[in-house]
């Protein structure tokens, strides 16, 4: 998209030409659910922005969702007044004839122990619950119930391997079923829990709906309702209220995305395209340099790809074990370790090693660790064993219940010295301080082990070693599905089957060729053999 003029306003003429693509329609109602539905749009083939269309008292926003041509258009909110869901979703209807309507937001969910914010609720059914007779004795309540269409629920229930952060450690759920729908904006818990007495099954609520069904309906069109849960109508509704409503409307986008990035709706004569994908001519390099790190940090979470490895050195971590990570340049040796020590907020020291002799490194680690606690010492050791004497003393009365890293350590077998003081230091400091709580985490193409066994035949004792290899194909699909959506941009099928190839398991590869390919080539699928060729001779 051209983020200098994200918005291209065309005409009657340029509309009718299109129109025929237009097979899925996507209704927001606020302006947070619009944003970031239009953050996941791209524009279609031979434009660098978003098309936008007005008829009447409609405006159409036209690009690329997933991998398919969608129209986006606004609705107010509710269902019946002027301009609501079922005027929007009948102009909609109308105008541009699709195949199946999708509406995206956020809702109320019913239940806060069970559900969270950013939870996403994909409707089975719709329920018009203000529908009643009131009567003198009792209030009969007859709301209308609606299925969803068959083929998009089983489409939403078996995408697989979607997973979107809402917080430390925590993804979203999908949670099917029953939703609530109504022209009150409910934010009391008495009267929310009324509603559910009389609608049990019901796993949330919101105002437009039942309109969304009305029109759907009567046209004969397939739908569904996808939002995500901003608040639970307790009376808390205003806590928060933005940061929660676009971490739900976040949600929702997400999920539809993930779905309709698959080419799975012929059945619905919905088909998709082979996207070719403009960036911006202004790239944000800092979201770009972010989503594709190298170097782990917190503000980066959503970025990383949660993997088995993962689980184990929690397991490692949780048991205060002494770990070395080992294995091929490229493979995350160093985010595994620090992403891992920091979910758990363990406070990590970063160790980086001098250029220097044996001597000269310890005391060099022995200053860097005084400065950090601004502490001076003038005391010089006369040989490695005081160095490291010194060194695990600094560490014993400063860094309790810390993680000491060194970042890829030297491990070859022409130059084991350095290795083997390490190993030296990590059993010294446990020997002289069996209390201590101080941790080590190293990290190392070469394999530690071949050194660490004539050293210390009890090494293992002390630290678990642990071997990364190169990522399977199906980890590699999903770090790339990830950058593409973060990014908005999507390779041609064939471009990312080929890269895939090539990456061969290698993540550092796949990310700095990315990189590459947006900044310098602007994602243009021609120029892709190319670029990878090119990158290959210099990676």
């Not at 219940?401 to 010294?428: A, C, H, R, T, W």
């Amino acid at each position: 998209m051209n983020i200098e003029d994200p918005y291209l306003h065309i005409n009657t003429a340029d509309f009718e030409k299109i129109k025929g693509k237009l097979q899925l329609v996507l209704i927001t109602v606020t302006k947070i659910e619009t944003t970031c539905l239009h953050e996941k749009l791209s524009p279609i083939t031979g434009s660098e922005s978003i098309l936008v269309y007005q008829k009447d008292i409609m405006t159409y926003y036209i690009g690329v969702f997933g991998i398919y041509i969608v129209c986006h258009v606004e609705s107010r909110m509710g269902s019946i007044g002027v301009g609501a869901s079922v005027l929007t979703t009948r102009l909609a209807i109308e105008h541009i004839s699709p195949e199946a309507i999708i509406m995206i937001g956020i809702a109320f969910g019913v239940d806060d122990k069970k559900q969270r914010i950013g939870d996403v609720l994909v409707s089975e059914q719709i329920i018009s619950y203000e529908v009643k007779k009131v009567g003198r004795l009792k209030t009969e309540y007859r709301g209308s119930k609606h299925m969803s269409s068959v083929l998009l629920i089983n489409r939403f229930a078996n995408i697989k391997d979607w997973k979107f952060s809402i917080g430390s450690r925590r993804l979203s759920n999908v949670i099917f079923g029953d939703i609530l729908s109504g022209e009150v904006l409910v934010d009391n818990i008495k009267y929310r829990n009324n509603i559910i007495r009389q609608f049990p099954t019901a796993i949330g609520g919101e105002m437009e709906g039942a309109g969304l069904v009305s029109s759907a309906y009567s046209f004969n069109k397939s739908w569904i309702l996808v939002k995500g849960i901003c608040d639970f109508a307790d009376g808390d509704k205003a806590k928060d209220k933005v940061k929660r409503q676009k971490l739900a409307a976040r949600a929702a986008v997400d999920l539809c995305h993930s779905v309709f990035s698959l080419d799975s709706f012929s059945d619905l004569d919905i088909h998709a395209i082979a996207p070719i994908v403009s960036l911006p001519k202004v790239i944000d390099i800092k979201k770009v340099s972010d989503a594709l790190f190298n170097q782990y940090s917190q503000d980066i979470e959503m970025y990383y790809i949660e993997r088995e490895q993962d689980d184990f050195i929690c397991n490692l971590i949780s048991s205060e074990a002494n770990i070395w990570v080992y294995g091929g340049s490229g493979y995350g040796k160093t985010s595994l370790v620090y992403r891992n020590l920091i979910s758990k907020g363990i406070h990590v020291i970063d160790l980086s090693l001098c250029d220097a002799d044996i001597l000269s490194s310890f005391e060099y680690i022995n200053s860097k660790l005084l400065e950090q606690v601004n502490v001076s010492d003038k005391f010089k050791p006369q040989n490695i064993m005081q160095a490291i004497d010194v060194v695990s003393s600094t560490l014993n009365r400063y860094y309790q219940g810390k993680y000491i890293v060194f970042e890829e350590m030297p491990v070859d077998e022409n130059d084991v010295d350095f290795v083997k003081y390490i190993f030296s230091l990590m059993i010294k400091h446990v020997n002289a301080f069996p209390r201590s709580t101080v941790r080590f985490a190293c990290t190392s193409i070469g394999n530690p082990k071949l050194v660490a066994v004539g050293v210390n035949a009890k090494i293992h004792e002390r630290i678990r070693f642990h071997e990364l290899c190169k990522w399977d194909e199906k980890d590699m699909l999903r770090l790339l599905n990830l950058i593409q959506q973060s990014l908005s941009f999507q390779l041609l099928s064939e471009n990312a089957a080929e890269l895939l190839r090539e990456s061969n398991g290698n993540p550092r590869f796949l990310k700095r060729f990315i990189y590459h390919f947006l900044v310098y080539n602007k994602a243009n699928s021609a120029l892709f053999n190319i670029s990878l060729n090119e990158f290959k001779s210099n990676f």
